[in-house]
């Protein structure tokens, strides 16, 4: 089956720090990324659409100038947490697809961040 | 507006219990997915299920089943005689025709006690 590979799976970090978070869909050419959040013991929230070169489109709250999404080409999205602070610790989960595909998003594994 | 409804906070079984985790969902869309994933305690999200608004047939794979009833805008999962494995946060999503987003419901945390 389809792959989509996030890296790092883990990562801490001072505060102030900008992290970049890679997905990559590994053996198919991923026309559209998504990202989410999940915080503890809650459900995974929609934080923005990421479109093959173009800008993301992001969800009502999440600021764009925080979370920087890049989708430079069909397999590779990149989601930087500028400034990153404590509120912003979290799990961080990509998908991919292909848009209209009728095939169904594939996830990565998820990207645990803790900011100190 | 919540888009898909679990009820069910927690859920905690003996090994070997059925166990069934109820999904509404809400949509004014004719065509739709609803989907079920699994996320056990390492994080990721395993992909269990997806069906199409046009097809209520209900499907078995192995210890898995799902309900799926329009007329309750439904699509309930039951686990069969539930193993510790099955310990887990399972999701139900619902993604509207054109959009391709997924919508989550909040999450059913299962225990299954040895």
Redesign the interface.
Known sequence: GAVVSQHPSWVICKSGTSVKIECRSLDFQATTMFWYRQFPKQSLMLMATSNEGSKATYEQGVEKDKFLINHASLTLSTLTVTSAHPEDSSFYICSAGVHQSNQPQHFGDGTRLSIL | AQKVTQAQTEISVVEKEDVTLDCVYETRDTTY?L?W?KQPP????V?LI?RNSFDEQNEISGRYSWNFQKSTSSFNFTITASQVVDSAVY?CALSEA?D????????T?VTVRA
């Open positions: 997915y989907f994933y390492s994080g990721e999200l992909f997806r999701f054109g391709y987003k997924l919508s989550f419901g909040a999450g945390t």
